[in-house]
């Protein structure tokens, strides 16, 4: 089994890298701000500059918007360059635009810290640089989906591989994990936090799971508001220890009181804020969800290259859809089959890791869905949003699939469903975004 591992590891390695050449500079969801945030990082001058008083290197990247023609693959109006305009007229600066509230130096220290390898090369061998920082990203959030499905289900070959390969061959997941944007590091150590806690709930929580568990998911909501839906997800175990544990309810409840209120304090100001700002649309709005909001959300899940610019045929999503229908079915042949096993001492941890994850998905799923409805917008939309729970949306689809694979025919589904996986990266790959971004040649 170690050698399928190290070769979905090689897959993920090289996949990304094909990602991240093939696609043009700048030609991946806010890649410009992000970079600019990446690279002023790792200056103190420089993380809280502005447009008016940006440094040189400002003008590099300006330039290079213009060099690649970031313009030619959006839905947006083309700017003219008009030299010594500051970089805020052609890009969203967040340090400006969000007054210091979005993200945090150290996560973007992370993000950025390979341009320290050649701090004096051209601004597109930084980016490339960095882009490979978050390829290697993308291999440890596969190397984690193997490690957290296997600790779930430790005998279940089809489980273990089947869902690394389809986090792995997810065409649009690969497309912005090879190209730069802060949810990259989110979702990494929001997939970290899932792990440690499936990992507790099976072998049992000591010190250095839980410390590395609150320590990921509280980096995690500081890299990214993606994973604000972490402490919900945390707070189902502790409902699971209150009740394993009720007859001790007065010593477990001033425990959970003090972790939360260091959960408090410790929170980014921006989770007060956005906090605020829905309770406020909860209690004085009027609550209406744009069908457009989940469509785009599913169909930038699985394939939407560039800035969410280039869709492909319908029959895809279509696809897609009755697929993924079928794996709702089988959740339900699931539990029909498990339902014995449902208080059974052997079975509860499974059960209540998989609890935990469906807790986290449907949390994170709804944050973008509720927050379109609360403020009438339709902004945040795209399948990025929710990837910080890929892993456990990718473990749920697998399993309702498997429900369906004969016993004897596993092994063969399960390179069917390889092939498959593999056909469907490659068509969005050469016959969608490669043609798309090189048309001009």
């Given at each position: 089994m170690s050698k399928l591992l190290y070769l979905l590891l090689a897959l993920a390695f090289v996949r990304g890298v094909m990602y991240a050449v093939l696609i043009p500079p700048w030609q991946a969801p806010d890649e410009p701000g992000q970079f600019e945030r990446a690279k002023a990082a790792l200056s103190a001058q420089d993380w809280i500059s502005t447009s008016e008083n940006g440094p040189t290197w400002y003008d590099d990247l300006g330039q290079s918007l213009f060099a690649f023609a970031m313009w030619d693959f959006l839905d947006a109006e083309r700017p003219n360059y008009e030299a010594g305009k500051p970089l805020n007229h052609y890009i969203i600066l967040y340090n400006e635009a969000y007054e210091g509230q979005y993200g945090s130096r150290p996560t973007y220290a992370v993000?950025?810290?390979?341009?320290?390898?050649?701090?004096?090369?051209?601004?597109?061998l930084q980016l490339y640089l960095v882009r490979l920082n978050t390829v290697l990203m993308s291999v440890i959030v596969v190397y984690l989906t193997y490690r957290l499905v296997q600790t779930i289900f430790p005998h279940n070959t089809f489980l273990i591989l089947g869902v690394p390969?389809?986090?792995?061959?997810?065409?649009?997941?690969?497309?912005?994990?090879?190209?730069?944007?802060n949810g990259n590091l989110a979702e990494?150590?929001?997939?970290?936090?899932?792990?440690?806690?499936?990992?507790?709930?099976?072998?049992?929580?000591?010190?250095?799971?839980?410390?590395?568990?609150?320590?990921?998911?509280?980096?995690?909501?500081?890299?990214?508001?993606?994973?604000?839906?972490?402490?919900?997800?945390?707070?189902?175990?502790?409902?699971?220890?209150?009740?394993?544990?009720?007859?001790?309810?007065?010593?477990?409840?001033?425990?959970?009181?003090?972790?939360?209120g260091?959960?408090?304090?410790?929170?980014?100001?921006?989770?007060?804020?956005?906090?605020?700002w829905a309770w406020q649309g909860i209690i004085g709005g009027r609550f209406q969800l744009d069908p457009v909001v989940p469509i785009d959300l599913f169909r930038s899940f699985w394939a939407f290259p560039g800035w969410v610019s280039l869709a492909l045929h319908p029959f895809w999503y279509w696809l897609w859809l009755w697929i993924c229908l079928v794996a709702v079915v089988g959740w339900g042949v699931f539990l029909v089959r498990q339902r014995h096993l449902i208080f059974s001492d052997q079975t509860r941890?499974?059960?209540?890791?998989?609890?935990?994850l469906a807790v986290a998905t449907v949390v994170a799923v709804s944050v973008p869905l509720v927050w379109s409805a609360i403020t009438n917008t339709i902004v945040y939309r795209q399948g990025r949003s929710i990837y910080p729970v890929i892993v456990p949306i990718s473990l749920f689809l697998v399993l309702g699939w498997y429900q369906f694979v004969p016993a004897g025919w596993r092994?063969?589904?399960?390179?069917?469903?390889?092939?498959?996986?593999?056909?469907?990266?490659?068509?969005?790959?050469?016959s969608y975004a490669v043609p798309f971004f090189y048309s001009r040649y």
């Open positions: 993000i950025g810290w390979p341009i320290w390898v050649a701090p004096e090369s051209s601004i597109v390969l389809l986090v792995l061959f997810n065409p649009q997941h690969t497309h912005l994990m090879a190209t730069i944007n990494l150590l929001a997939t970290a936090t899932l792990y440690f806690m499936v990992r507790g709930i099976i072998r049992g929580f000591s010190w250095p799971v839980i410390l590395a568990m609150l320590a990921c998911a509280l980096v995690a909501m500081w890299a990214k508001a993606t994973a604000y839906f972490l402490p919900l997800a945390i707070a189902t175990i502790g409902l699971f220890y209150l009740w394993r544990y009720r007859r001790r309810w007065y010593w477990l409840l001033p425990v959970f009181a003090i972790l939360a260091l959960g408090y304090v410790f929170a980014p100001d921006r989770l007060k804020i956005l906090s605020t941890p499974q059960l209540q890791a998989l609890t935990a092994k063969e589904g399960l390179i069917t469903m390889a092939a498959a996986l593999l056909l469907f990266d490659t068509l969005v790959l050469f």
